[in-house]
């Protein structure tokens, strides 16, 4: 069974950056997509980033495009996600998510593994 581990969520200020990482272990997947999604209180949980497992291609949120970025190290297998100018409402849990497929997708029903989720504060 794979399981995926998020980190480096923390305090930020508006229009600060932030770089979370997700590592995978166990039985990981073969060119697996992996994803991001995030989720404030109250708010259901939404898509925020998404790279292939083959190519390499990316899949962002409109909300995110030309803020974020999302690379991989497929030796390392892990998956970062490089936040810059974030907002307000950019405060939220932020979740791994990895899928037994190498196309990217939005949807949360077409991943199989979710992390624990990494803490985001933003403060104005």
């Known amino acids: 069974q794979v399981q995926v581990e998020e980190s480096g969520g923390g305090l930020v200020q508006a229009g600060g950056s932030l770089r979370l990482s997700c590592a995978a272990s166990g039985r990981t997947f073969t060119n697996s997509a992996r994803a991001w999604f995030r989720q404030a209180p109250g708010k259901e949980r939404e898509f925020v980033a998404a790279?292939?497992?083959?190519?390499?291609?990316?899949l962002y949120a409109d909300y995110v495009k030309g803020r974020f970025t999302i690379t991989r190290d497929n030796a390392k297998n892990t998956v970062d996600l490089q936040m810059n100018n974030l907002k307000s409402e950019g405060a939220a849990v932020y979740y791994c998510a990895a899928r037994n497929g190498c196309f990217v997708a939005a949807l949360r029903s077409r991943y199989d593994c979710w992390g624990q989720g990494t803490q985001v504060t933003v403060s104005s």
């Open positions: 790279i292939g497992g083959s190519d390499g291609s990316t």
